[in-house]
Structure formats: C-alpha cells, structure tokens
C-alpha cells in the first residue's frame, strides 16, 4: 500500500513496483485519515508511508497504525533527511526509513526487508554487538549498521547522524571487518543473524 501525497509519485512508485515480481500495490491514499480507513480494509503485508502529509503526519498515522496492529509493516519512504523525524518514525515502530532519492534495487531490497524479517529473528549470540572473536560493535557501529539495513549510502549515513562521508565510511569498513562480511548486504544478515540488528 502506496501513502503519499503527490499523485504523481505514487503513480510512479506504483509503475514500479507493479514491474518487480512478487510486489502488487494493493491500495493508495492521499492522507492519513483515508490511508487509515484503507488501511483497515486491506491489511497491506507492507505499507510505504511518507513523513509529510496534509492534516496528521506520516509518523502520527504510523503511531495510530502501529496501536492497532503491532504487526503492521510499515517502510518510512519520505524525502526528509533530518534526523530528528528518522529517530521519531522508528520510535514510532517504522520498520525501515528511505529516502525518495533511493535506487529502485536498493528499495525493492528494503520492502522485502520489511516483509520477510518481522518473524522471530534466531538469537545465536548471547550478547548483541559481539562478533565470533568477541569483538564487539560500538554504539556508533550499530547505529550505521541499522542504517545500512535500510540501505543508506555513506553520504546519506553521514547527513543523518550528523558526520562526514569519510567517517561514515571508515565505520562501515570497521563493521565489514569486525563482522566478518564482504558485503553491506552480507553485513546485514550478519547483523540479523547476531541479535544486532531487532526487527
């Protein structure tokens, strides 16, 4: 289910997921007070909701969402960058944050994210952060983790919490190297795998 309002993204955001197999965009709103009521009629398996909205922003509706169904797989697609509505819609129970400017790969990644990782995710390590040499990853690395799940790029990383590209990079060198992955995406997995990264 498509939450935006601007008629010609969500045509387009619907043009393209229509052409990914395997997603189908069952229903689209323009506002909150409708994406609630369609909402409840359609149950989406994932909603991509945008931040601004005219009346009740996307994080009030994602917190009217969330009490009603705790289940409810909401993706955060907006175009604000700022950290603070980051921080909000993922208290909020967001399940991922992207921004509009993302690749379309990149967002067909998250959305199945979202949908495939709200089971129970099997804890293997006894302490989230530590890697298989005990090793363990900073406040700071699980914090670039997390966004890396989301599939923000260094630049992006960098803008929202607030440090320079080449830092955001250094941290996902170290967390490749503590975690033992060759690849953002296998650091991800890694992530799930050890209890790091919470559905």
């Known amino acids: 289910m498509l939450v935006d309002d601007h008629p010609v993204m969500r045509a387009g955001l619907a043009n393209l997921l229509s052409g990914e197999p395997g997603f189908a965009v069952v229903a689209q709103a323009s506002d909150a007070r409708s994406a609630l009521a369609v909402w409840r009629e359609h149950q989406p398996d994932v909603l991509l909701l945008d931040i601004s909205l005219p009346g009740i922003d996307g994080i009030e509706l994602l917190r ?3 009490a009603e169904a705790s289940q409810a797989r909401v993706l955060m697609l907006t175009s604000s960058e700022a950290k603070e509505d980051y921080r909000q819609a993922m208290a909020a129970g967001a399940a991922g944050y992207v921004t ?3 690749l379309p790969d990149v967002l067909f990644t998250a959305i199945r994210n979202v949908f495939e990782k709200q089971g129970v995710i099997e804890q293997r390590e006894p302490r989230p952060g530590m890697d298989d040499n005990g090793e363990t990853l900073s406040q700071r690395e699980q914090e670039v983790l997390n966004l890396l799940r989301q599939g923000f790029s260094n630049g992006e990383i960098g803008k929202l919490l607030g ?6 990079r250094a941290h996902v ?3 490749l190297r503590k975690l033992g992955a060759s690849s953002r995406t296998e650091a991800v997995t890694r992530g799930f795998e050890k209890g790091i990264l919470k559905v």
């Open 64 to 66: 009217q969402i969330k």
């Open 173 to 175: 060198s170290t967390i």
């Open 100 to 102: 509009k400017n993302v």
């Open 163 to 168: 440090i320079s590209r080449r830092t955001a």
